[in-house]
């Protein structure tokens, strides 16, 4: 969490700029696009919740590997199929870091294709930037929204219920 909050912190200052009454003088088109996909949350958010999510749901269930039990997901087992041997804490490490490095990219790849559209209709529409600019932040954040919720919230919940079953039988 203090990791989150510190990225968000040094978001909003990168993100800062200086009211103007004036039209600011625009950049090149890739430029642009670029800066305002890496300055922009809901590039990162996505990934970074789910990433967060399965490792805390990860972590908490290494308790049961180690009094036996199995893992249900596939992906995090030796064999591939569910309800068996784990594979080690680093191994699921690395498989939670590449889905979170795979989110971010299509997170990125989604946020590139807005701003472009973003950035066409713009000239062609002068007289709406502001509607324009508006949609395009709505869009991108309901979307960010969505997969933020669909990545992490069955990890989320499954965390949670590691943490109350260690309780319970005296894991922890």
Known sequence: ??????????????????????????????????????????????????????????????????NGWRESNQRFTLSGRGNDVAVSYVAGNRTILMDALANLQLSAIHNVSERVIERVLLPRYPNHRTLIRTLGWIERSALAS?????????HFRQWQENERLAREFGYR
Request: aromatic share 14%; proline share 4%.
């Open 1 to 66: 969490m203090k990791l989150c909050r510190v990225l968000v912190a040094v978001l909003m200052v990168l993100a800062a700029q200086t009211a103007s009454a004036q039209d600011p003088e625009h950049g090149s088109f890739v430029t642009d696009v670029v800066r305002a996909v890496v300055l922009d949350p809901t590039t990162y958010a996505p990934a970074f919740v789910a990433w967060e999510a399965t490792r805390l749901d990860w972590r908490s269930s290494q308790v049961f590997f180690e």
């Open 146 to 154: 969505y997969w933020t919720y669909r990545l992490s919230a069955g």
